[in-house]
C-alpha cells in the first residue's frame, strides 16, 4: 500500500517527507515489527515508535506529540485511533474480501461460549480484528450488529439456520444429541434454535466446540429463594410471550407469577404473591433488591 493512501484510509495527517512509498502490511508490536510494515501504536510509551522504526517500520500511525523525532519512515499522526482501524479494517476486509457473519446477540453468548477455536473470532475489538486482517492466517468472523467491522452489505452473510435434536429438556438445561453423543447443555430450551444456528455455523466452519462451558445470557436468568424460582429477563413483547408460553409448557404444574413491567421490583413486592415461578422482565438478576423483613416467601 501506497503512503499516501495509508494515511487517507487511517484519517490521518504525515508529519514528515518519508523516502518511503509504501508499506507491506501492519504491526502491533515495536517488537515483533518487520522491515516494510506499518507499525501501528495503541499503548504504550511513545518510545515504542522508535525500536519499531529500529525494527524496520516503513510508517507508523500513532496519537499524541512525538516531539522532535525525525525519520525517513512516514510517520503518520491520528487525532482518533478507533477511525483510523475502523479505516484501516475496512480496507483490510475489501482487499481480502472477507465476509462477516452477522449473529444475534444470543447467538454470539452462546458462541463464546460454545466454539473453541482460535481461527474464529467473535466480536472481536478493531484492533484484535485488524491484526488478524494484515496476518496471513485464514479466520472467520462472527459479530452482532454493533460490529464496527459492518459497512458494506456484499461482506456481510446473515447466520444460517441450523437444527439440533433435543433429547431431554428442562427449564434451565437441555439434552441434544450430536454426532452419536449426548450431551447436557447448561442453556434454557427457550434457546435453543440459536443454539441450533450457532452449531450449525460451527460445522461449516469447521470450528472446535466445547459443550461444558456455562453459558452465559443476558436473558432469562434465575436465582431460587426457598425452592422457588424467580426468572429474570430483558425481552421485548414477543420475546416475553414467547417465554411465558415456554414456561407454561415445561412446567405446567407451577403456579406462575408475572410481575408487572416497567415498575421497580423487589423481593418484598413479590414474596407477597403465592407462585412456585416468579418471571420479572426488564429487571437485571444483580440489580434485584433480595432484602425483606422476612427471610421467607410466605
Same mark, same amino acid.
Given at each position: ?112 461460549? &460454545?466454539?473453541?477455536?482460535? =481461527?474464529?473470532?467473535? $466480536?472481536?475489538?478493531?484492533? #484484535?480484528?485488524? *491484526? @488478524?486482517?494484515?496476518? +496471513? ?79 452465559? &445470557?443476558?436473558?432469562?436468568? =434465575?436465582?431460587?429463594? $426457598?425452592?422457588?424460582?424467580? #426468572?429474570?429477563? *430483558? @425481552?421485548?413483547?414477543? +420475546? ?59
Amino acid at each position: 500500500m501506497k503512503i499516501a493512501s495509508l494515511v487517507e484510509i487511517a484519517h490521518g495527517t504525515l508529519l514528515n517527507k518519508p523516502t518511503i512509498e509504501r508499506v507491506t502490511g501492519f504491526s502491533f508490536s515495536a517488537k515483533n515489527t518487520r522491515r516494510g510494515e506499518c507499525y501501528i501504536h495503541l499503548f504504550g510509551h511513545l518510545g515504542e515508535i522508535n525500536l519499531a522504526i529500529a525494527n524496520g517500520a516503513f510508517a507508523v500511525i500513532f496519537k499524541g506529540d512525538p516531539g522532535d523525532m525525525e525519520s525517513e519512515s512516514a510517520l503518520i499522526f491520528s487525532d482518533d485511533m478507533g477511525k483510523s482501524m475502523s479505516g484501516i479494517a475496512r480496507y483490510l476486509l475489501l482487499s481480502k474480501n472477507v465476509v462477516i457473519t452477522i449473529a444475534s446477540e444470543i447467538e454470539i453468548a452462546i458462541a463464546k461460549a &460454545l466454539i473453541n477455536d482460535k =481461527k474464529c473470532l467473535i $466480536n472481536p475489538p478493531l484492533d #484484535i480484528a485488524v *491484526e @488478524a486482517l494484515a496476518s +496471513e492466517n485464514d479466520f472467520c468472523y462472527l459479530c452482532d450488529e454493533k460490529s464496527d467491522l459492518f459497512f458494506a452489505s456484499f461482506l456481510q452473510d446473515q447466520i444460517k439456520i441450523g437444527e439440533v435434536k433435543v433429547t431431554k429438556e428442562t427449564l434451565f438445561e437441555t439434552v441434544i444429541a450430536h454426532n452419536g453423543e449426548s450431551y447436557l447443555v447448561q442453556i434454557s430450551p427457550l434457546f435453543k434454535r440459536q443454539f441450533a444456528n450457532v452449531l450449525c455455523y460451527a460445522a461449516t466452519n469447521a470450528l472446535k466446540i466445547n459443550f461444558s462451558r456455562q453459558i452465559e &445470557l443476558n436473558r432469562f436468568n =434465575k436465582i431460587d429463594v $426457598n425452592d422457588r424460582a424467580i #426468572i429474570f429477563d *430483558e @425481552a421485548n413483547e414477543e +420475546e416475553e410471550n414467547e417465554a411465558i408460553n415456554f414456561i407454561k409448557r415445561i412446567a405446567p404444574w407451577a403456579k406462575l407469577y408475572i410481575a408487572p413491567k416497567n415498575i421497580k421490583i423487589t423481593y418484598s413486592d413479590i414474596r407477597k404473591n403465592r407462585f412456585d415461578i416468579a418471571y420479572i422482565n426488564g429487571v437485571k438478576r444483580e440489580n434485584f433488591d433480595l432484602s425483606a423483613p422476612s427471610q421467607t416467601l410466605f
